[in-house]
């Protein structure tokens, strides 16, 4: 279940949604065995685009930032979760060590570490914060946007434990992607590490995450009777490209051309008018880095420079040789004129919350997380505030059940693709071993 | 953890809730494990008296009513733990029966009952009403407080399954404490009946409850090296009164003294100024009913006629035979004036919510569960709204937190007094087979 959001859309309810709320027992009943069977991520966010025809994931995020850009009134939620999460992982832990990204020139970043540590805090948790920066001498007092100050500490390893000084962790919580590559300082330590570090984006890969979804979202959409398509964005991948060298162009054609037939001939079965496109980015990696809207095959041929230069790094100076082709989902909604997208936050299995993600200067065809971004957190449904209008007639329905349903799909999907990363790693370091 | 809530005290920090504060993270990790034991309650709440020097339960209702005084802010932390509890006691269930007090013209409890059915909902589940009104003769509309609707339907069985017509749910949710006895109706069905049917009134006694609480909070308070008695109302029984035909004023008489002397002995160890006084109260039941506030030995011989007719029946006409006799705790606090307590509710492990009973004409050493009380929601701490406060020097101790804490010692003491009525009835029913 999802707490009742607003949602910028006022409309009467799309096809898709009225088939989701009709049928809420039956969705949660099985959203229940599934969580039986996989092991639900620590937290995650997924970033959705809705055009009223469709409803789809377009990233799932194992490592989110941006829980300051949650409503402050959901913190209940998140401690509730967060708790439910950390007597899931390890009962007996009561010692965090919670690894933040690098960038301690992002003050809204901080501010994220500042709000997590707190929900650590609130589960009933010790949490002191282990950096990975390599040059950190010592404790580093930083400042959050918030004006929060944050103790960064060097990692230390002892034996197969890591630590910060005076402080022996029962599990490290990974807020930091490992675009970089997993530390040396983290392999092979006995504490728990969370998410595991095969999820980190120097193994995870977008193409497979997605397959995994396709698996869950044909399950999910045989249970509602529903076109898997309508949650589901089609895509392919290509895994041997070199923007800068201007190699594996071909395979880039040939699978744009391929994602835009796919939807094309959706689009041809739904009667749906508007036009087809995809979006291509990096299979590893995140930050809005590495992405551009595609609407022909001639898009991705004679790339220019710059477009070229765009593509070919991404966070952490690392170079793009796979990328995955996309169908693009439209938005159709708007905070205050503004296109926007919203994004879901989960601790556990529940949702805890969320934001739209607002861009003045982009198009309700292309990529929102980019520079200019802002953040619009949503509040609980206030048109109805009393216990007395509770169940009315007009009582609202809710729909932000439905991101969250989609939402949890998503998180689902990432479950299946941690076991298999984790299942991967254990059997090439058996092989490594025995070699 | 227990959400950032308002309470009515503003003055400094007690010693008892700075302890529990500086140790939270060591007080979490207890629950855990504790939990990892235990079998949580569904649900259930806690009356709370805290009079600064001590901070103690005086009532655990394992059939909440009252949701519908819980702040609507709340819904969500409702449903987050109600998803968490059906999850842990019947994962492939989707159908519930809830069973309600009989009481229809109680129209704020009717709207207690919406407020249950629509958390309910909100975790995934389809929920219809089976009413156990004797004389039902079919499904028959009631509106509530707040204007919403409740179909009671008359509870069907077939063979060893309950169910209403056409609805064959997968477990029973009890909302009626059984003052009565065990319907024969919901005897030996096959479907889980929560909480069980042990746990009724007719066989749940408050002094078994509070010697399993001895046991919970001296374990606790070893943690914190704290006297037990800081958190525990002493307490003894007696279980042969007649108040009606004056029997048992001896037994009573001698366990107030013994009561009252143990109050006597730790004020004066830690120097406590207060006249000590005993609540008496019948073992089985609940409402308010059957209470009284005893300062001496001589206020419980000779009682007026009154007294004696006030505390000879209680609910649904049930006579009162046995009585516990339990240290009274004053309430120190206040909301506009008018004596408060501070009642939480718990769904599954966590806290949901809560309200203060206020009572205008009632003392601080007085039941204020009694025709008259009125209740204040709680809401969340609002001192600090913005998420650039949080955390910052000024930010306000979380004082709710030490009641949280308490109320789920009650909780944890209920879970063992289930368990032992539920074994208890099992070996009678052996021994009844097998006799």
Same mark, same amino acid.
């Given at each position: 279940m999802v707490p009742h959001l607003t949602t910028s859309l006022t409309g009467p309810l799309h096809e898709i949604e009225r088939i989701v709320l009709d049928q809420r027992p039956e969705i949660e009943r099985w959203f229940r065995t599934q969580w039986q069977e996989q092991e639900v991520p620590f937290y995650a966010s997924v970033d959705l685009r809705n055009s009223g025809f469709k409803l789809a994931p377009v990233d799932t995020n194992l490592?989110?930032?941006?829980?300051?850009? &949650?409503? /402050?009134?959901f913190l209940p939620l998140c401690v509730h979760a967060a708790m439910s999460a950390v007597s899931r992982v390890?009962?007996?832990?009561r010692r965090f060590l919670l690894v933040p990204e690098n960038?301690?020139?992002?003050l809204n970043y901080l501010q994220n570490v500042a709000m997590l540590r707190r929900i650590l805090e609130g589960a009933g948790l010790t949490v002191r914060i282990g950096s &990975?920066? /390599?040059?950190?001498?010592?404790?580093t007092e930083v400042e959050t946007a918030g004006g929060e100050k944050l103790l960064l500490e060097p990692i230390q390893r002892r034996g197969n434990r890591v630590g910060v000084e005076g402080f022996d962790p029962c599990a490290v919580l990974l807020n930091n992607d490992l675009s970089a590559g997993v530390p040396s300082l983290l392999r092979g330590i006995e504490q728990p590490v969370i998410p595991p570090?095969?999820?980190?984006?120097s193994t995870r890969r977008k193409s497979h995450h997605f397959h995994c979804y396709d698996r869950v979202v044909e399950d999910f959409a045989k249970l509602l009777g529903l076109d898997p398509w309508f949650l589901n964005p089609a895509f392919s991948q290509c895994g041997k490209v070199n923007f800068a060298e201007k190699e594996g162009e071909e395979c880039l054609a040939a699978n744009v051309e391929f994602v835009l037939n796919e939807v094309r001939e959706k689009y041809k079965q739904y009667a749906i008018t508007e036009e087809p496109f995809c979006i291509v980015k990096a299979d590893a990696g995140t930050y809005g880095m590495g992405i551009m809207t595609v609407k022909s095959v001639d898009d991705v041929r004679n790339l220019n420079r710059k477009t070229r230069n765009k593509m070919a790094v991404i966070k952490e100076g690392q170079p793009v040789h796979e990328v995955i082709i996309q169908e693009g989902v439209h938005t159709f909604e708007s905070v205050d004129g503004a296109v926007a997208e919203p994004v879901v936050y989960m601790m556990d299995t529940f949702v805890v919350g969320g934001f739209y993600r607002v861009h003045?200067?982009?198009?309700?065809?292309?990529?929102?997380?980019?520079?200019?971004a802002s953040f619009v957190p949503l509040a609980f449904?206030?048109?109805?505030?009393?216990?007395?209008?509770?169940?009315?007639?007009?009582?609202?329905?809710?729909?932000f059940y439905t991101y969250g349903v989609v939402a949890r799909l998503a998180n689902l999907a990432a479950a299946v693709e941690v076991r298999q990363l984790v299942e991967r790693e254990s059997a090439l370091e058996v092989r490594a071993a025995n070699g």
């Amino acid at each position: 279940m999802v707490p009742h959001l607003t949602t910028s859309l006022t409309g009467p309810l799309h096809e898709i949604e009225r088939i989701v709320l009709d049928q809420r027992p039956e969705i949660e009943r099985w959203f229940r065995t599934q969580w039986q069977e996989q092991e639900v991520p620590f937290y995650a966010s997924v970033d959705l685009r809705n055009s009223g025809f469709k409803l789809a994931p377009v990233d799932t995020n194992l490592f989110p930032g941006g829980f300051n850009n &949650l409503n /402050p009134e959901f913190l209940p939620l998140c401690v509730h979760a967060a708790m439910s999460a950390v007597s899931r992982v390890c009962p007996d832990t009561r010692r965090f060590l919670l690894v933040p990204e690098n960038h301690t020139r992002n003050l809204n970043y901080l501010q994220n570490v500042a709000m997590l540590r707190r929900i650590l805090e609130g589960a009933g948790l010790t949490v002191r914060i282990g950096s &990975l920066i /390599p040059d950190l001498q010592g404790p580093t007092e930083v400042e959050t946007a918030g004006g929060e100050k944050l103790l960064l500490e060097p990692i230390q390893r002892r034996g197969n434990r890591v630590g910060v000084e005076g402080f022996d962790p029962c599990a490290v919580l990974l807020n930091n992607d490992l675009s970089a590559g997993v530390p040396s300082l983290l392999r092979g330590i006995e504490q728990p590490v969370i998410p595991p570090l095969a999820a980190g984006w120097s193994t995870r890969r977008k193409s497979h995450h997605f397959h995994c979804y396709d698996r869950v979202v044909e399950d999910f959409a045989k249970l509602l009777g529903l076109d898997p398509w309508f949650l589901n964005p089609a895509f392919s991948q290509c895994g041997k490209v070199n923007f800068a060298e201007k190699e594996g162009e071909e395979c880039l054609a040939a699978n744009v051309e391929f994602v835009l037939n796919e939807v094309r001939e959706k689009y041809k079965q739904y009667a749906i008018t508007e036009e087809p496109f995809c979006i291509v980015k990096a299979d590893a990696g995140t930050y809005g880095m590495g992405i551009m809207t595609v609407k022909s095959v001639d898009d991705v041929r004679n790339l220019n420079r710059k477009t070229r230069n765009k593509m070919a790094v991404i966070k952490e100076g690392q170079p793009v040789h796979e990328v995955i082709i996309q169908e693009g989902v439209h938005t159709f909604e708007s905070v205050d004129g503004a296109v926007a997208e919203p994004v879901v936050y989960m601790m556990d299995t529940f949702v805890v919350g969320g934001f739209y993600r607002v861009h003045t200067s982009r198009g309700v065809d292309e990529n929102l997380n980019s520079p200019g971004a802002s953040f619009v957190p949503l509040a609980f449904e206030t048109n109805c505030h009393t216990p007395d209008c509770l169940g009315k007639p007009g009582d609202p329905p809710n729909r932000f059940y439905t991101y969250g349903v989609v939402a949890r799909l998503a998180n689902l999907a990432a479950a299946v693709e941690v076991r298999q990363l984790v299942e991967r790693e254990s059997a090439l370091e058996v092989r490594a071993a025995n070699g």
